[in-house]
């Protein structure tokens, strides 16, 4: 007689957002983004120089970089050149995501052969919504994300220097002190400079302003004690918002959606 065992859940793909191979032209820059689902960035030519919260890398030709969920990220070419970028980002429930947060790999030809497949693939489901193209990405990318989590962390340079030494500084203290109301003259005296200085270093890296930055962390605590069961109100009050219309209004704008919203969607 068998007796069937269960198996748990520890990895599954539950949305693609976007899918794209695309060539960045030379001075390319995006500001930044926080959002609620995973991303990948994969370098197929040139360089990026990639901020992910406190963090600051050049990625170069066969490296990747995992964003996990409510990272604050944003890219530039790196070098003076154009440079080829594979993204694809997605929302996933299970512990198997675990080793990949805070995570930069690099790919072997054929590793790089799968995800250029599955860029292709998400992105002629996303035009055509064929429902078996999804399901077989979404099986494609969970067997995809099991291989590469046995790989070896990959030792990649980081920006500890100038600037760059001067933003992962901001943005430590900008999460330590989340909790609090600061102006940008308090920050820059945390950071033991100047406020032009962190203005500069932001300017370099993010091109989002050090008070929206600090809004944007804000958030990402909120929406987190939202889940928790805490009231807007009470997280307007543990965050020191001004009013809690205000926390409203900047809740909406970093998450596009009410907080009452966002807490019936994570339920959903």
């Known amino acids: 007689m068998y007796t069937p065992v269960a198996l748990s859940e520890q990895l599954r793909i539950t949305h693609v957002v976007t899918a794209f191979d695309e060539v960045r032209p030379k001075g390319y820059f995006f500001s930044g983004e926080m ?13 990026i120089t990639v ?12 490296q990747m970089i995992f964003h996990q969920p409510m990272e604050f990220h944003s890219l530039r070419c790196a070098g003076g050149k154009p440079a080829r970028v594979l993204v694809i980002s997605f929302a996933a429930v299970g512990e198997g995501m675990n080793p990949f947060r805070r995570r930069v790999l690099e790919l072997d030809f054929d590793e790089e052969a799968e995800l250029l497949r599955l860029v292709e693939i998400f992105h002629d489901f ?13 099986a494609l990318l969970e067997a995809f994300l099991w291989k590469l989590s046995d790989k070896p962390l990959h030792t990649v ?3 500890t220097a100038g600037d760059g030494k001067l933003y992962e500084q901001a943005m430590r203290v900008l999460n330590d002190h989340c909790r609090e109301a600061l102006s940008l003259s308090d920050i820059a005296r945390l950071c033991n400079t100047s406020e032009s200085s962190l203005k500069k270093a932001f300017a370099a890296y993010s091109h989002t302003g050090v008070m929206h930055c600090f809004n944007s962390i804000k958030i990402r605590l909120a929406a987190r004690l939202l889940t928790q069961g805490y ?23 970093e ?14």
């Open 35 to 47: 959002h609620d689902f995973w991303e990948i960035a994969y370098v197929m030519e040139g360089a």
């Open 51 to 62: 901020t992910a919260d406190d963090r600051v890398y050049t990625l170069s030709r066969g």
């Open 126 to 138: 996303l035009n055509n919504r064929q429902e078996m193209q999804g399901a077989r990405g979404q």
């Open 157 to 159: 340079e980081r920006h």
């Open 231 to 253: 009231s807007a109100a009470q997280v307007s009050e543990q965050l020191s918002f001004s009013s809690p219309s205000y926390f409203h209004v900047v809740f909406r704008r």
């Open 255 to 268: 998450m596009h959606c009410t907080p009452g919203q966002y807490v019936q969607k994570s339920r959903s």
